[in-house]
């Protein structure tokens, strides 16, 4: 046999070839695998799985949200740097103790000079924050002036009531 009668009988057959039965059932079976269907109990556990994560998170968003006193508030925001969660924990330290020196009328006119210093020393810390946000030596520098701060303050009330 040669290649023109090959060709020739290949030619005789049919193109398309049809099944000896329906093939989609099994192929319809095959796709939707009981095992791999949801069941409504388990529809129901995802469910309350997404209703207590809902419930979690609103709920520490409620816990967690600021007061609307700002000498009680405790300042807690990922957003900020480390620098400014420092500086506003500090800030609201430093006003309490300030509003208590002025409710006692005490006279502190004579550390106001070192508390001026201190102040200065603080801007130029948060300044250099600005340009090295991850620098912990300036981060460490601004804890400890601020912690000497709110114990001279504290000092102040203890000393001159």
Known sequence: MNDKQLDALLEQLP???QPRRDLWPDIEAE????AKQVTPAEKRRWLAVAA???LTFSSWNFMFKPSDDPDIEIVINIERTAAEQI???FSLQKNALLKTIEAAGLDISPWQTELTLMDSA???LQKALALQ???QKLLTMLRDLNSKQIRLLNTLIKFTA
């Open 87 to 89: 500086v506003a924990n």
């Open 15 to 17: 193109t398309e070839k």
């Open 52 to 54: 207590l994560a809902v």
């Open 133 to 135: 946000p991850e620098n």
């Open 122 to 124: 603080e801007q130029d």
């Open 31 to 34: 796709l939707v695998d009981p």
